[in-house]
C-alpha cells in the first residue's frame, strides 16, 4: 500500500521539504495544503511562490505524480497515513507573553481540524518551530476532540533544519534529521515509520532519535547557537572598527581552531529571517516562565546585540552624512535578509531604512528578489506584525519616501550614499567608477556585509565604510580630505 502524507502548510518549509520527500520516494503520496488559496495556485503553476534554488527542478519533477498542492484540507488529512504541520509560529504581538511567546493559534487550529476529520490511525509530526512540551498540548487538543472510532494518533517532533537560499541542498544533504517521540512501543513504531521515509536518501547514522521534549527543544537551541554566533562576531566588529582591527581577520584567526570552527563567523548589519529573533524570545519566554531568569537574560542578550549592530549601522550613516540625512538620496542595496531568498521577513533592512526614513531620508532600493509592494508594506507594519495577516496597516507617507528601482545603477544615480544590506554575489562585481560619477560627493558606500572591495572603492574615491573594518579617517574625522 502507498504511504500517503499529507503536509499542512505550504510556506518555506513545508513546500520544500514535502517536494524533497515526494521526490526522494517514489512510493509515498505526497499533497501539501494550504488555506491561502493564491499560495496553492502560485504551487501549481509555473511560478512557484517562492524563490530557492533548485526548487523548480524538484518540484516540476513529481508534481502531478507523486506531489499535490490542495487546498482540501479536511480530505486530504483525512485521507494519510501520517499528517505533518508545518503552519507559522509567530510570535504573539497582543496578549500574554506579546513579543516573547509563540502564537499558537494557528497550530491548534490544525490540530483541531485534524481531531475532528480522522476516521483512522495517523501519526502527526511537528514539523513547525515549537516551544519545548508542544506534542503534549497536540495530544491534548486531539485526544479531546476525536469524533469517529478508529482515529488515534501517535505525536512526532521532527524539526527542520533548512537555511533559506540554500534549502534543496540542505533538504538533499541533511547533517542530521532528528525524529522525537514517545518512548512506548506505539511511539518507537511511529519513530520507526518516518525514519524509513528518510532512510530513502539520508544515511541512517544521520538520522537521530529522541524523546519528544529533546526533540522539541533542540530545535531552539540550534537557532540559538546560530544567532548567538553572529551576535558575538558583530559585538568583536564594534570593538574592530574602535580599535582598528579588522573583523574578516579575526574571523579567520579564530575560526582556524577546530574548535571553534569558520563557519557562521560573517559579521553583518544583523541577522535576520522569521526564525532567529522569534525562537530566541520563544526561548527567553519559556525560561522565565520556569524561573530561569539569569538564563532568560542571557539568551536575550544575543537578540540585544543584534538590534543595537542595526542601530549602530544607522547611526554611523547619519554621523557621516554631517549629521543629517533630511531630503538626500540614499541607494539601499539588498532588501532579502540573506542572498539567495526573496524573503524579507525581519530583514535587517527594514530596521535599517526604519532608521533613516525617521531622519527624513529618500530611499532608492534595489533587490533583485524582492517587490516593490513587499518593502513597502514591510516598512509600513509594526514589529511582529508582518505575520498577523488582519492587523495588517498601509502608511502613506512609505510611498512618498521610497523609490523601488529595477538596477544598482538606477538606485544609485544622484546618491550621497550607498547603503549594501544584503551579501548578493551581484554586488561583488559592481562598476564602483560608473556608481561614483552619478553620485552627490563627497559619495559613501557603507557596507554592512563587507561584499565590496574596500580598498578599490577608496582608489575609485568612495569614503568607504566595512562593517567591522578599520574606520576611513575622513568617519573618524570628517574634516579630513577625502581618500584617495
Ligand atoms: N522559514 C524557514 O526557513 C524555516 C522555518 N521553520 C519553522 O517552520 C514553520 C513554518 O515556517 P514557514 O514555512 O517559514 O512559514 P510560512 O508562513 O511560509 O508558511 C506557513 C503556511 O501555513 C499556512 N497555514 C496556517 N494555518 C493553517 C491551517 N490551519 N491550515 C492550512 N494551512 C495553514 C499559512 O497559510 C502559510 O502558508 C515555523 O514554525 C518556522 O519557525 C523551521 C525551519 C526553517
Ligand atoms: O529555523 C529556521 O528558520 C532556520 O534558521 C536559519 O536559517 P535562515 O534564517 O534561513 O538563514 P541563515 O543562513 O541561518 O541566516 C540567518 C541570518 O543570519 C545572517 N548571517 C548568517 C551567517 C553569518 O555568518 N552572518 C550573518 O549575519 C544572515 O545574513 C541572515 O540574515 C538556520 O540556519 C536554519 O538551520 C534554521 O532551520
Known amino acids: 500500500m502507498t504511504l500517503k502524507i499529507a503536509c499542512i502548510g505550504a510556506g518555506y518549509v513545508g513546500g520544500p521539504t514535502m517536494a524533497m520527500i515526494a521526490h526522494k520516494c517514489k512510493d509515498i503520496e505526497v499533497t501539501v495544503l494550504d488555506i491561502n488559496e493564491e499560495r496553492i495556485a502560485a504551487w501549481n503553476s509555473d511560478r512557484l511562490p517562492i ?75 511537528e514539523k513547525s518551530t515549537v516551544p519545548v512540551k508542544t506534542a503534549q498540548a497536540v495530544e491534548r487538543v486531539l485526544s479531546n476532540n476525536v469524533l469517529n472510532d478508529g482515529a488515534r494518533f501517535d505525536i512526532l517532533s521532527n524539526p527542520e533544519f533548512l537555511a533559506e537560499g540554500t534549502a534543496i541542498k540542505d533538504l538533499e544533504n541533511p547533517d542530521r534529521v532528528i525524529i522525537g517521540g514517545r518512548q512506548t512501543p506505539s511511539g518507537l513504531k511511529a519513530i520507526q515509520t518516518l525514519k524509513d521515509v528518510y ?22 537551541a540550534a537557532n540559538a547557537f546560530l544567532a548567538q554566533r553572529i551576535s558575538s562576531i558583530n559585538s568583536i ?48 519566554y519559556i525560561c522565565r516562565g520556569l524561573g530561569l531568569q539569569e538564563i532568560a537574560r542571557y539568551w536575550e542578550s544575543v537578540v540585544t546585540i543584534n538590534n543595537l549592530q542595526k542601530r549602530r549601522f544607522v547611526d554611523i550613516v547619519i554621523s557621516s552624512l554631517f549629521n543629517t540625512v533630511r531630503g538626500k538620496k540614499i541607494a539601499i542595496l539588498g532588501f532579502a535578509f540573506k542572498k539567495d531568498t526573496g524573503d524579507t521577513r525581519e530583514t535587517p533592512a527594514i530596521d535599517v531604512c526604519n532608521g533613516l526614513l525617521d531622519e527624513g531620508a529618500n530611499l532608492a532600493v534595489y533587490d533583485p528578489q524582492v517587490t516593490e509592494e513587499r518593502m513597502k508594506t514591510d516598512l509600513s507594519l509594526d514589529k511582529f506584525e508582518w505575520d498577523h495577516p488582519y492587523t495588517q496597516r498601509k502608511a502613506k507617507e512609505v510611498d512618498d519616501h521610497i ?44 557596507d554592512g556585509r563587507n561584499v565590496v572591495d574596500g580598498k578599490h572603492a577608496k582608489e575609485v574615491g568612495f569614503v568607504f565604510y566595512g562593517l567591522g573594518k578599520p574606520l576611513d579617517p575622513f568617519l573618524t574625522d570628517p574634516s579630513s580630505p577625502c581618500s584617495p
Open 51 to 125: 524563490y530557492e534554488p533548485g526548487l523548480e527542478e524538484v518540484v516540476f519533477a513529481c508534481r502531478g505524480k507523486t506531489l499535490f498542492f490542495s487546498t482540501e484540507c479536511e480530505k486530504k488529512v483525512a485521507e494519510a497515513d501520517v499528517v505533518f504541520i508545518s503552519v507559522n509560529t509567530p510570535t504573539k504581538t497582543r496578549g500574554v507573553g506579546a513579543g516573547y511567546a509563540a502564537d499558537m493559534t494557528y497550530w491548534e487550529g490544525a490540530a483541531r481540524m485534524i481531531a475532528k476529520v480522522s476516521h483512522s490511525p495517523k501519526i502527526i509530526v
Open 403 to 446: 523609490e523601488c528601482c529595477d538596477s544598482v545603477y538606477k538606485a544609485c544615480e544622484g546618491a550621497h550614499a550607498v547603503c549594501i544590506l544584503t551579501e548578493w554575489d551581484e554586488f561583488k562585481t559592481l562598476d564602483l567608477k560608473k556608481i561614483y560619477d552619478s553620485m552627490v560627493k563627497p559619495a559613501f558606500i557603507f
Open 199 to 220: 532512510a530513502q536518501w539520508v544515511p541512517e547514522e544521520q538520522i537521530l532519535t529522541s524523546n519528544l521534549w529533546s526533540s522539541e527543544l533542540a530545535k531552539l
Open 237 to 284: 566588529s564594534a570593538l574592530c572598527e574602535k580599535t582598528g582591527a579588522d573583523v574578516s581577520e579575526i574571523a579567520k584567526c579564530i575560526g582556524a581552531d577546530s574548535r571553534i570552527g569558520p563557519k557562521f563567523l560573517n559579521a553583518s548589519v544583523g541577522f535576520g529571517g522569521s526564525c532567529f529573533q522569534k525562537d530566541i524570545l520563544n526561548m527567553v
